[in-house]
C-alpha cells in the first residue's frame, strides 16, 4: 500500500482545510514546490494534488503550481484533482507530465464523461468519490447527491478508471481515523482498485486500513497528519512495505 502526501492548493499556497470547508483552513506554506520537495525527499513515491480553488470554480486555478511539481519531478507519479471538468483540462495535466487526473463532480453528474475520458487518456483517469454517510458530495463538497458511492463506483469498472479515491468528508482534515469500514465496502464492491482518503492520524490508521486485509486497497493520501507531525511518510511506507497479512 501506498502512502500518499497530500498537497491542497488555494490561492497559490499549500492549505488543509477541515471537513472541506474552505472558511476553515490552515496554511502551511506559501511555497507548494518546496513542499513536494520535503515529501519527496521523504520518500514518497507518489503525490496527491488538489486544486481547491478550481474544485469551486468548475476549472483550473493553480495549474501553474500544478505544472511546476511535475516538470520538477517528471519520474515520480503525480495525481491531481479539483476543476477537471473538461478533455482539454485533462490533455493540458497529461502534457505537462502529470500521471494522472482526479475526475470528481463530473463523474457523478456526467458519468459518461469518465467514459469519454478514459477512451482519450487510457490509464491516466482517477475517479474521486467523496461521501457524507454513503452517499456522494460534489462541487467542492458543497453539495451532497443522492448517489450511493458504490453504486457509483460500479458504474465505472468497465471504463477501465485506474483508482477510485474515496474521501469520507465526515472525516477528512479531523484526524480521528479513516473510516475503515466504508473503505473496505467500497473496494469489496467493486474491481477498481480504492485509495483511502481522509482522517489518518498515525501510525495506527495505516494499521487498520492493512489489518482490513482487502486487496483492493492500494493507497492512503495523508495530509494534516503529515504537516502536523503525527505521522512520518518514510516510516508510514516503510511499515506497510513490511506488513505481513
Not at 505544472?67 to 503525480?78: D, E, F, S, V
Not at 482539454?88 to 502529470?98: D, L, S
Not at 480504492?194 to 495506527?204: C, E, K, R, Y
Request: with cysteine; net charge negative; glycine share 10%.
Amino acid at each position: 500500500m501506498l502512502i500518499i502526501p497530500a498537497i491542497d492548493l488555494k490561492d497559490g499556497a499549500c492549505v488543509r482545510l477541515r471537513q472541506g470547508r474552505m472558511e476553515d483552513s490552515t496554511v502551511f506554506s506559501d511555497d507548494p514546490v518546496s513542499m513536494a520537495a520535503k515529501w519527496v525527499e521523504g520518500g514518497c513515491r507518489r503525490l496527491h494534488l488538489v486544486d481547491l480553488n478550481g474544485a469551486f470554480e468548475g476549472q483550473p486555478v493553480n495549474g501553474e503550481v500544478v505544472t511546476a511539481i511535475a516538470k520538477r519531478y517528471p519520474n515520480l507519479p503525480i495525481q491531481i484533482g479539483g476543476g477537471i471538468r473538461t478533455l482539454e483540462t485533462i490533455e493540458h495535466y497529461v502534457r505537462a507530465g502529470v500521471s494522472y487526473v482526479i475526475i470528481g463532480t463530473k463523474a457523478v453528474k456526467e458519468p459518461e464523461f469518465v467514459t469519454e475520458a478514459c477512451k482519450a487518456f487510457p490509464g491516466k483517469v482517477i475517479v474521486g468519490l467523496d461521501a457524507k454517510d454513503g452517499f456522494v458530495a460534489t462541487d467542492g463538497w458543497a453539495e451532497v447527491s443522492s448517489v450511493q458511492a458504490t453504486d457509483l463506483a460500479k458504474r465505472f469498472e468497465a471504463d477501465g478508471v485506474s483508482a477510485i479515491v474515496y474521501t469520507d468528508i465526515a472525516k477528512d482534515g479531523m484526524m480521528q481515523g479513516c473510516n475503515v469500514e466504508a473503505t473496505a465496502a467500497l473496494a469489496a464492491a467493486s474491481k477498481i482498485p480504492v485509495i483511502a482518503s481522509g482522517g489518518i492520524h498515525n501510525l495506527g490508521d495505516i494499521e487498520k486500513l492493512l489489518l482490513a486485509r482487502s486487496p483492493g486497497i492500494i493507497g492512503a493520501i495523508t495530509g494534516r497528519a503529515i504537516y502536523e507531525g503525527t505521522l512520518d511518510v518514510a516510516e508510514a511506507q516503510a511499515f506497510c512495505d513490511n506488513f505481513k497479512n
